[in-house]
């Protein structure tokens, strides 16, 4: 069974960016070229996943649909949702009950960006499983900030910490997650943390004793970024503008990933790069749309 629906997360007040997200949420910040919400996106569209769902909270709600509209321009089916107020990440799956319906989804943090040759592999693999959860795991630095993943020699996730003082890995999971149906169940069955929220972990765990949650490890080749300080941010800035200016290839260009994976034509790509003909986005999907009809 291959996974069919898609969430991305866009809520949350955004206080660690504060005063700069005082007035608008965080994932409509740009991260060099475009929108932060364009890199969750993207991963959840090179998953194969063609109906997603934007949950942010209610006051940003307009500015989404505006932005994304119900996604018919690149192939896609979105529809929107809120979070009245950050009651943790697994409550995600509660408001997106009836947009689940029934199928295994994935689910991606607004603020999260990744970037590799290897990533659609990977995508791939998690979205191709029948059953289970799927993590991700990054190797960091500085353990203690993250959720960490135990594993075994061979691979198995043998436990998770979150923000250990003694990390038994530096294996941090990252914003994005798999599920079978399942998860909508076991979100319904969580109780608050000492927050005061339904837990991601807490989900995985269910998942882990059950002996049924796989770790994807993202090696050296692919990058991560959790934009959700001034200095991540900056941090992700930095690293697009640079693979860009050097490769002439953008990251996280919807339209271009639409046309690649046959969702619209070459004639499609250049209407949509008309609006955008004065900016080096549009000139690139323009040009797209030439070197693909040769």
């Given at each position: 069974?291959?996974?069919?629906?898609g969430i991305v997360l866009a809520g949350g007040n955004g206080s660690r960016l504060y005063?700069?997200?005082?007035?608008?949420?965080?994932?409509?910040?740009?991260?060099?070229?475009?929108?932060?919400?364009?890199?969750?996106?993207?991963?959840?569209?090179?998953?194969?996943?063609?109906?997603?769902?934007?949950?942010?909270?209610?006051?940003?709600?307009?500015?989404?649909?505006?932005?994304?509209?119900?996604?018919?321009?690149?192939?896609?089916?979105?529809?929107?949702?809120?979070?009245?107020?950050?009651?943790?990440?697994?409550?995600?799956?509660?408001?997106?009950?009836?947009?689940?319906?029934?199928?295994?989804?994935?689910?991606?943090?607004?603020?999260?960006?990744?970037?590799?040759?290897?990533?659609?592999?990977?995508?791939?693999?998690?979205?191709?499983?029948?059953?289970?959860?799927?993590?991700?795991?990054?190797?960091?630095?500085?353990?203690?900030?993250?959720?960490?993943?135990?594993?075994?020699?061979?691979?198995?996730?043998?436990?998770?910490?979150?923000?250990?003082?003694?990390?038994?890995?530096?294996?941090?999971?990252?914003?994005?997650?798999?599920?079978?149906?399942?998860?909508?169940?076991?979100?319904?069955?969580?109780?608050?943390?000492?927050?005061?929220?339904?837990?991601?972990?807490?989900?995985?765990?269910?998942?882990?004793?059950?002996?049924?949650?796989?770790?994807?490890?993202?090696?050296?080749?692919?990058?991560?970024?959790?934009?959700?300080?001034?200095?991540?941010?900056?941090?992700?800035?930095?690293?697009?503008?640079?693979?860009?200016?050097?490769?002439?290839?953008?990251?996280?260009?919807?339209?271009?990933?639409?046309?690649?994976?046959?969702?619209?034509?070459?004639?499609?790509?250049?209407?949509?790069?008309?609006?955008?003909?004065?900016?080096?986005?549009?000139?690139?999907?323009?040009?797209?749309?030439?070197?693909?009809?040769?």
């Amino acid at each position: 069974m291959t996974t069919r629906k898609g969430i991305v997360l866009a809520g949350g007040n955004g206080s660690r960016l504060y005063p700069a997200t005082l007035g608008v949420n965080k994932q409509l910040l740009p991260v060099y070229d475009k929108p932060m919400i364009y890199y969750p996106l993207s991963v959840i569209m090179l998953s194969g996943i063609r109906e997603i769902l934007i949950i942010s909270n209610p006051n940003d709600r307009p500015i989404y649909e505006k932005l994304l509209g119900d996604g018919a321009r690149l192939g896609l089916k979105l529809s929107y949702a809120e979070q009245a107020s950050p009651n943790g990440l697994a409550e995600a799956f509660l408001i997106g009950r009836d947009f689940i319906a029934g199928e295994s989804v994935a689910m991606v943090l607004g603020d999260n960006l990744f970037f590799g040759h290897d990533l659609t592999t990977s995508l791939e693999t998690a979205a191709s499983r029948p059953q289970g959860a799927t993590v991700f795991g990054y190797y960091v630095d500085k353990p203690e900030a993250y959720g960490i993943l135990e594993l075994a020699a061979d691979g198995q996730c043998l436990g998770i910490e979150e923000k250990p003082a003694n990390a038994k890995s530096n294996w941090a999971v990252t914003g994005l997650y798999f599920y079978d149906n399942d998860v909508v169940d076991i979100a319904a069955g969580l109780v608050s943390s000492r927050r005061g929220e339904l837990e991601i972990t807490d989900v995985n765990k269910v998942y882990l004793e059950r002996g049924d949650l796989h770790v994807e490890l993202l090696g050296r080749g692919l990058a991560w970024f959790d934009t959700g300080t001034h200095e991540d941010l900056l941090d992700a800035t930095h690293f697009v503008s640079t693979i860009q200016r050097r490769q002439g290839q953008f990251i996280a260009c919807l339209e271009e990933i639409a046309f690649n994976l046959g969702y619209i034509s070459a004639q499609d790509l250049r209407e949509l790069a008309k609006p955008l003909a004065q900016t080096p986005y549009g000139r690139y999907l323009a040009e797209l749309s030439k070197r693909r009809s040769v």
